[in-house]
């Protein structure tokens, strides 16, 4: 990181750089005997696949944007023997089919060896490199697809003209063309040319576990032996024959599935994938039942060449619970060596566990978990089928639950940093990041700002979150320049003011967005007038914090007058409810639940105002994302026992079969969306009630809200162990709880409006 790399990056000679591409590179070389290191840093623009002497050992590099290109560091020391080795990359530019979550300069690949043992590896001139020209995309069909779709192309491989152990010391490569240099490796902060600016992998790799399909569901055309999938089952599909064969996972997944096959020249070979299955009129019902459905989405496609066990792998991760396999035979048969997925995913360890007396909550928590899991790869991102991109809304939720199960804070950091390098001149971040075509959705600026004071709260990390201050201000001076000066209010936004999925804010074909309360375009809207003064206040924290008095004095002052001005225009004083602006023509949870959140309304009057908006049925109610708003404000308001008696959305969709929570509780697009896990956050910090006391988690505060609950027990992981809470109603309000902090961390216990302290170790309370 101090120079720039003797490797230079390279490409086809002959290719475009821009358009759609599979490129195959080679590196032959021998070694006297098995080296005990042999690191190399490796990086691709698109994606690269690196094997090892035929091995599969990682692929990459790690998402990012434009101005950083992040390189990955392995030892490739035990893939390696005396003797000939190779060294070889799939690398592929998926041109104007490009995912929506993936940048390009152009098709380039590199390879640095880290010392001078490593060096004969340096990608250059004695690299090979072919075309692939047998692999083309499959371009998603909307029809198919069913929803706004950005993930990439379905891949299609002709295997007759595929170049088959490509990948083995043995192959011939002498006809391979000699690569072009597109320069040097430059490091971060180093050269005038900012191409590519290299900076190390700062996630871990992510692992790939084999993964068996749990059942056939269905077969058409072709008998299935008993053991397959989950066994070594081969099978035959006859010559002239079409056969279908549905399989289900169990559960949503996020994976690389393959499917080996022996013989059947010319045989075309389906794979779909498909979270659900879709009925005549395009429900998807119950997610366990196949009757009468078929399975319509993302599709990949293989030409067999006759060869023996030729293993058919996507380039790119597959979402899915169920894979419909399709086989139509030639004058050959075909047999279906095996067919399995290897499941990948960002390496989260779960660190935290709740139960309780209702086991159905223990099932929301692990599928939330699940949920969680399958929404964060090398970025966050929102679901795992159809955009996989990092919008700050749902990250700002799937932050906490990171930290709350796992501990690991190296994927909240990423995202922090991504969206404040995405900010936009006027000050605003991008709504997601990284993404090219950019999106601004303003809303989503305050969720940053909010994302960062979490942050401050649960990790004791003062440089990092100092770094933030900056854009921090530049997000709260553009929203300021908007405020008008007549009402007080936030006035006409640009860009999308997106608040929440609701029938009543549908999507507007003409402005090409949705989702947008009355007022946010037009000005005097409560909803983002609120949202804005609750993220003054939790700037005027950080800002106070390390020093900034003046911005703090100023952040909370403007969010005082945006407070009462909200009230003075937007309060109905007959309904007892905030409207969504100044013409009292709409009311919603959202406005209500942030007249809350922002402290617009305090103490008692904010729990009858809780009270009013939960039973109110004639508000806009929040969907399952704003939900943990909404359930925020109901806690705040001291209404938290009332917690787990909302949870009843939850609760349908496990009655509906889904194995992860979905976008909007009717007809969603996505079966597993990240926002929608909230409860696995909330189980551990509303129910159990551990939260931070004090910013860096230096103390805790466990207030629980059990509500019809008679035993809890939750733990949290925390930077200096794990806090662990066992709750058991007495009698009445009577409890016995037992806490179990880490060494040097104490706060209080708080219950029945009293408190008692806590030290380090294992305590003891009988609450009369």
């Given at each position: ?9 390279i ?18 070389f ?8 042999f ?5 691709a ?6 094997f ?11 998402r990012?944007?434009?101005?950083l290109?992040?390189y990955?560091?392995?030892d490739l020391?035990p893939?390696?023997?005396?003797g000939?080795n190779?060294?070889?990359a ?10 929506a979550?993936l ?5 380039a690949f590199l ?8 060096r ?9 490199v072919?075309?692939?020209?047998a ?8 029809a198919?697809?069913r929803?706004?779709?950005?993930a990439?192309?379905?891949?299609a491989?002709d295997?007759r003209?595929?170049p088959?152990?490509?990948?083995q010391?043995?192959?011939d ?5 000699t690569p072009?240099l597109?320069?040097?490796g430059t ?7 900012l191409?590519?600016w290299l900076?190390?992998?700062?996630i871990?790799l992510l ?10 569901r269905?077969a ?6 008993a ?15 079409h ?15 393959y ?16 979270e ?31 060869g023996?066990h ?5 380039l790119?991760?597959?979402?899915y619970r169920?894979?419909e396999l399709?086989?139509t035979?030639g004058d050959?048969?075909l047999?279906?060596?095996d067919?399995?997925?290897m499941?990948?995913g ?18 929301i928590?692990?599928?939330?978990w699940?949920t969680?899991?399958l929404c964060a ?7 795992p ?6 919008y ?11 930290l ?6 190296r994927?909240?950091?990423?995202a922090?940093e ?7 001149p006027d ?5 997601r ?5 950019p999106?601004?959705i303003?809303?989503?600026s ?5 994302m960062?004071?979490d ?10 979150v100092?770094a933030?201050?900056?854009g ?10 908007h ?5 007080g209010?936030?006035?006409?936004l ?9 029938k ?13 309360p009355?007022g946010a375009?037009?000005?005097?809207s409560?909803?983002?007038t ?12 950080l800002?106070?914090?390390?020093g900034?008095t ?11 007058s ?12 007959n ?7 100044p013409?009292?023509?709409?009311f919603?949870?959202h406005?209500?639940?942030?007249a ?9 009057a ?5 009270t ?7 508000l ?9 708003y ?6 705040m308001a001291?209404l938290?026992?009332?917690?787990v ?6 609760r349908d ?16 697009r ?5 926002w929608s ?18 910013p ?7 207030a629980?809200h059990?509500?019809p609950?008679?035993?809890v027990q939750g ?8 806090i ?5 109603r ?8 037992v ?8 706060g209080t216990?708080?219950?029945g409006?009293?408190?008692w302290?806590l030290?380090?170790?294992?305590q003891?309370?009988d609450t009369?």
């Amino acid at each position: 990181m101090r120079e720039n790399w003797p490797a230079s990056w390279i490409a086809a000679p002959n290719a475009s750089p821009f358009d759609y591409g599979v490129f195959l590179f080679r590196r032959t070389f021998e070694l006297a005997k098995a080296p005990g290191r042999f690191v190399v840093h490796v990086s691709a623009d698109n994606r690269y696949r690196l094997f090892v002497n035929g091995h599969s050992v990682c692929f990459g590099p790690e998402r990012s944007d434009l101005m950083l290109t992040r390189y990955d560091s392995v030892d490739l020391a035990p893939y390696l023997h005396p003797g000939a080795n190779v060294l070889a990359a799939e690398v592929v530019n998926y041109g104007e089919y490009r995912p929506a979550a993936l940048v390009s300069h152009g098709t380039a690949f590199l390879l640095q060896g880290d010392g001078p043992a490593e060096r004969v590896a340096d990608t250059g001139t004695a690299w090979r490199v072919l075309r692939a020209d047998a692999c083309t995309p499959d371009s998603p069909d909307p029809a198919k697809i069913r929803g706004y779709y950005v993930a990439g192309p379905g891949d299609a491989v002709d295997g007759r003209r595929f170049p088959w152990g490509w990948e083995q010391a043995s192959f011939d490569d002498s006809l391979w063309e000699t690569p072009r240099l597109l320069g040097r490796g430059t490091p971060r902060y180093h050269g005038t040319d900012l191409v590519r600016w290299l900076a190390p992998r700062n996630i871990p790799l992510l692992p790939e576990t084999l993964q068996h399909l749990a059942s056939v569901r269905r077969a058409e055309g072709v008998d299935i032996p008993a053991a397959f999938p989950t066994g070594h089952a081969p099978f035959r599909v006859p010559a002239h024959t079409h056969a279908v064969i549905l399989l289900d996972q169990g559960f949503e997944t996020l994976a690389f599935p393959y499917v080996t096959v022996t013989g059947g020249r010319g045989a075309r070979i389906t794979l779909a994938y498909a979270e659900a299955l879709f009925d005549k009129d395009g429900r998807k019902g119950n997610r366990d039942e196949i009757q009468g459905k078929h399975l319509s989405g993302l599709e990949d496609h293989f030409i067999a060449d006759s060869g023996q066990h030729r293993r058919f792998e996507p380039l790119d991760v597959r979402c899915y619970r169920y894979l419909e396999l399709r086989v139509t035979t030639g004058d050959e048969p075909l047999t279906v060596d095996d067919l399995a997925g290897m499941a990948t995913g960002y390496p989260f360890h779960r660190n935290a566990a709740f139960g309780s007396d209702d086991p159905e909550l223990g099932k929301i928590w692990n599928v939330g978990w699940r949920t969680a899991r399958l929404c964060a790869f090398e970025t966050y991102m929102d679901c795992p089928y159809y955009e996989r991109m990092q919008y700050v809304g749902d990250t700002r939720i799937q932050a906490l639950i990171s930290l709350y199960v796992s501990g690991d804070d190296r994927l909240v950091r990423n995202a922090i940093e991504l969206a404040d390098r995405s900010r936009l001149p006027d000050g605003l971040t991008q709504s997601r990041a990284p993404s090219d075509p950019p999106q601004v959705i303003d809303t989503f600026s305050l969720y940053w700002v909010e994302m960062v004071h979490d942050y401050w709260m649960l990790r004791d990390d003062p440089a990092f979150v100092k770094a933030r201050l900056g854009g921090i201000r530049d997000v709260l001076d553009w929203f300021e320049r908007h405020v008008d000066a007549k009402t007080g209010m936030l006035g006409p936004l640009p860009y999308w003011s997106f608040v929440d999925w609701t029938k009543e804010w549908p999507w507007d074909h003409q402005l090409d967005r949705g989702g947008e309360p009355r007022g946010a375009e037009t000005g005097g809207s409560a909803i983002v007038t609120l949202q804005y003064a609750l993220t003054l206040d939790r700037a005027a924290q950080l800002f106070r914090a390390f020093g900034r008095t003046d911005e703090a004095s100023h952040c909370e002052t403007l969010a005082r007058s945006l407070r009462a001005a909200t009230l003075a225009l937007c309060w109905d004083q007959n309904r007892g409810l905030l409207a969504d602006t100044p013409a009292k023509c709409e009311f919603s949870q959202h406005a209500n639940a942030l007249a809350v959140l922002s402290g617009a309304v305090k103490g008692t009057a904010a729990r009858e105002l809780m009270t009013r908006t939960l039973d109110d049925r004639s508000l806009v109610a929040c969907s399952l994302y704003f939900r943990f708003y909404l359930l925020r404000a109901m806690t705040m308001a001291g209404l938290g026992n009332d917690y787990v008696a909302q949870l009843g959305p939850w609760r349908d969709m496990l009655a509906a079969g889904l194995t992860t929570f979905a976008e909007t509780p009717d007809h969603p697009r996505s079966d597993c969306h990240a926002w929608s896990a909230s409860p696995v956050y909330d189980l551990l910090a509303t129910v159990c009630g551990i939260e931070p006391g004090s910013p860096g988690f230096k103390t805790v505060r466990i207030a629980p809200h059990l509500g019809p609950l008679h035993h809890v027990q939750g733990s949290v992981p925390h930077p200096d162990g794990v806090i662990r809470v066992t709750l058991d109603r007495k009698s009445g309000t009577a409890l016995h709880a037992v806490v179990d902090l880490p060494q040097g961390l104490t706060g209080t216990f708080c219950w029945g409006g009293r408190t008692w302290p806590l030290s380090a170790g294992q305590q003891t309370i009988d609450t009369p």
